[in-house]
């Protein structure tokens, strides 16, 4: 082989790697998000229960306020004597939404918040709604399952995006 051999070879090289270099940019400018694309955001678990007779409608609930926050947990905790305490947000950083479940007539029924996202809308919460499978045992009370939690403050609307599950517990 020659030192011309060489160097074309070196080149050849060369221009591959730039060309991969270029794709990989390409590739990567292409997954990024876009700025109308839903972006993650952290929030924190207030309470996830059921309760037995709540006045609650079903659905989402943004409460934006400390006054909306103690009415709603007013009318979600009527049952307790003593009601338990208001817990503390901070409304300047945070709002409250709490997600609700129809009331249902057994135990057995969960709704779990597993997505918080900011779009230029508002917000998407996604939630997980399991119903327990024909062989599970439940309890034999009222329910109305919930999810309450805080995130970020946001302007616009909060949206629901509610996935169905059905819980089996037939023997393996």
Known sequence: MKTGDVEIMMNSAKETLG?????GCLLFA???????EPQQVLFQTV??????HTQITNGIHVLRS????SDFWSILKTSYIPQP????????????IAVVDSS??????????THVQISAAGLVIQAVHQSPGPACLVTQAPSQPYHIVTA????????????????DCSPP
């Open 19 to 23: 060309y991969c270099c270029l794709v």
């Open 30 to 36: 292409s997954c990024a998000k876009s700025d109308n």
């Open 47 to 52: 309470e996830n229960a059921s309760e037995s």
């Open 66 to 69: 400390v006054t909306e926050w």
């Open 85 to 96: 305490p208001l817990p503390s947000v901070n409304f300047s950083e945070k709002v409250v």
């Open 104 to 113: 249902r007539a057994t135990g057995g029924y969960s709704i779990t918040i």
């Open 152 to 167: 970020p403050a946001f302007s616009g609307e909060a949206t629901l995006w509610l996935t169905e599950t059905v819980l």
